[in-house]
C-alpha cells in the first residue's frame, strides 16, 4: 500500500508530489491501520488480535521507515 501512496503522489510532468510530508505521513497512518485490521484476520488464521500485530510492529516504526524509504 505504501507503494502505491508513493506512486499516486508523484507528480509526472512537473517532477514533484501531491503531497507534502505530512500529508503523506497521514496517508502511510491510514494505510498502517487498513493494514493490520487485515493482518489480524489473516495472520496465524486470525489468531493475533489487533492490539498484538500492533505489539510487533508499532506504528511510530513503520511509519517512519515507509517515510524513510519514500524520500526522493
Given amino acids: 500500500?505504501?507503494?502505491?501512496?508513493?506512486?499516486l503522489n508523484?507528480?509526472?510532468?512537473?517532477k514533484?508530489?501531491?503531497?507534502?510530508?505530512?500529508d503523506l505521513k497521514e496517508a502511510i497512518e491510514s494505510a498502517y491501520a487498513q493494514a493490520v485490521i487485515k493482518a489480524s484476520?489473516?495472520?496465524?488464521?486470525?489468531?493475533l488480535s489487533i492490539?498484538?500485530?500492533?505489539?510487533?510492529?508499532?506504528?511510530?516504526?513503520?511509519?517512519?521507515i515507509a517515510l524513510e524509504k519514500l524520500k526522493d
Fill in 51 to 64: 492490539e498484538e500485530i500492533e505489539s510487533l510492529a508499532p506504528m511510530e516504526s513503520v511509519v517512519a
Fill in 16 to 22: 514533484g508530489t501531491y503531497l507534502d510530508a505530512e
Fill in 41 to 47: 484476520v489473516e495472520v496465524f488464521g486470525g489468531r
Fill in 10 to 14: 508523484q507528480r509526472r510532468k512537473s
Fill in 1 to 7: 500500500m505504501v507503494l502505491e501512496i508513493h506512486a
